[in-house]
């Protein structure tokens, strides 16, 4: 009855009505641009490269696309090139003072920073154009099939394909804008979502068709593990560390300031998911490698199995590190300290300063161990899952990349969501009216 009373909230708000409404329209536009495979493209020589894209990054990628990369779209490179260029700029914005004083600049200095990225992107769309169809080509003659490519066609299906991620880009934006908002990690969500009922099916599937019996029980007992992790994944995007700060009481004229106790929220896993990407773009180096090698056995033979023990362990000792290094660059307890000196604020028992500073960094450190090596698990969770029996596709729903963005931006959404509900004085979408999104959890890209 709740949530029948809900549905009828949000609807009976005219703005949230549209909004959801134009959010469905861009998401219909999108799925249907999937399907669209590039000129010249036979659809039924494709299934070498669906086989080339079932593990490792290229599932990531496929992932990201909703399934566009396989299918030779026109969307095929998705938003992966505008990831990886708002990656680059993040970490420019790290080391160097220019990108650092933009950065400081507000608005105007983040318009800057958005107008480098959408630059970056389109080089990068300009060299992973032709990378990928040079691939497509060796995949589909690889299986007995023909792809007509000369220089000419190289460029046109690389313009076509920059096109199609740009206006997915665009897609992004308007759903920014004028949807639900969340709009570039709104696409990424969907395209995770579409490969989630076939997934299902498959699996469903395979248990009833097991022999031994017992499919239905061990499918239900996957269900609820599978919620599990989902719970478990949603506390690590929302986990925080609140440390209270006192603001000094400030007498101006016959006006009294400050004087209240705020807390600072210290996120248990400030990384967010970049960890997760940088150890999978590190660990995909042996595979790469294993293409100019004829040795698969040894250090190579581990490195590239992805379900194997030594390439799990060292993936999740190398997102251990990158947790700690991301969130170091990151998290800036002196910047902290200084804001709230200027403020007057100070942590009641910490002398401001120097102790400050190391009194934050210490709880970061003892916060951030729990965060990384939970963060890591989820990361193995979809290995572990393989070797226990489920298909590769719905094992891949059990944790890693994919179950991390799905849960933060459905949470930022059903944020966006109850906010209107209270601005309008209706009852949130939970009894206690509050919902944390990565803005007060984990961040995605």
């Known amino acids: ?147 007509e490519l000369g220089v000419w066609s190289i460029v046109f299906m690389t313009i076509v394909l920059a096109a199609g991620s740009m206006f997915i880009m665009w897609l992004g934006e308007r759903i920014d804008q004028k949807g639900v908002g969340n709009g570039i990690s709104f696409v990424i969500l969907i395209g995770i979502i579409a490969r989630l009922p076939e997934a299902f099916m498959q699996e469903f599937t395979g248990r009833l068709m097991n022999s031994a019996g017992g499919g239905l029980v061990i499918f239900l007992l996957e269900i609820v593990i599978l919620l599990a992790v989902i719970a478990g994944a949603v506390l690590l995007v929302q986990g925080t560390r609140k440390v209270p700060v006192q603001y000094a009481k400030k007498v101006v004229g016959n006006k009294q300031y400050g004087g209240a106790r705020q807390f600072i929220p210290l996120k248990v896993n400030a990384a967010g998911v970049m960890p997760i990407i940088f150890a999978q773009a590190i660990m995909f180096i042996p595979v790469t490698l294993v293409g100019f090698s004829t040795e698969h056995t040894g250090f190579f033979g581990a490195m590239t199995d992805m379900y194997g023990f030594w390439y799990n362990f060292v993936y999740f000792l190398m997102i251990v590190a990158f947790t700690y290094f991301y969130t170091a660059i990151t998290v800036r307890p002196a910047q902290m300290a200084e804001d709230m000196k200027r403020n007057n604020g100070f942590i009641p028992g910490i002398k401001p300063g120097k102790p400050t500073v190391d009194y934050l960094d210490s709880i970061m450190s003892r916060i951030t161990l729990p965060g990384s090596i939970f963060l890591g698990i989820v990361a193995i969770m979809p290995a572990i899952a393989h070797v226990c029996g489920l298909n590769r596709s719905f094992a891949s729903f059990f944790g890693g990349t994919s179950l991390l963005i799905m849960v933060g931006v459905i949470l930022d959404t059903l944020r966006i969501i109850e906010g209107h509900l209270l601005m309008h004085r209706y009852d949130g979408l939970m009894k206690d009216g509050r919902i944390k999104g990565r803005t007060t959890g984990s961040g995605a890209f």
């Open 1 to 147: 009855m709740g949530f029948t009373k809900t549905i009828k909230n949000i609807w009976s708000i005219d703005d949230l009505r549209k909004r959801i409404g134009i959010t469905l329209l861009l998401v219909i536009i999108y799925r249907f641009g999937c399907y669209v495979v590039l000129p010249g493209i036979n659809p039924d020589e494709l299934m070498a490269l669906k086989n080339f894209t079932a593990d490792g990054l290229m599932q990531l990628i496929d992932m990201f696309s909703g399934g566009a990369f396989s299918q030779a779209s026109i969307f095929a490179l998705g938003i992966m090139p505008y990831i990886t260029a708002s990656i680059v700029i993040q970490l420019l914005g790290m080391v160097l003072p220019a990108f650092q004083k933009m950065q400081r600049e507000g608005e105007s200095g983040r318009m800057k920073l958005n107008q480098y990225t959408r630059y970056l992107t389109v080089v990068i769309l300009a060299l992973q154009g032709p990378a990928y169809l040079m691939n497509l080509k060796y995949q589909v003659q690889a299986a007995g099939g023909h792809v």
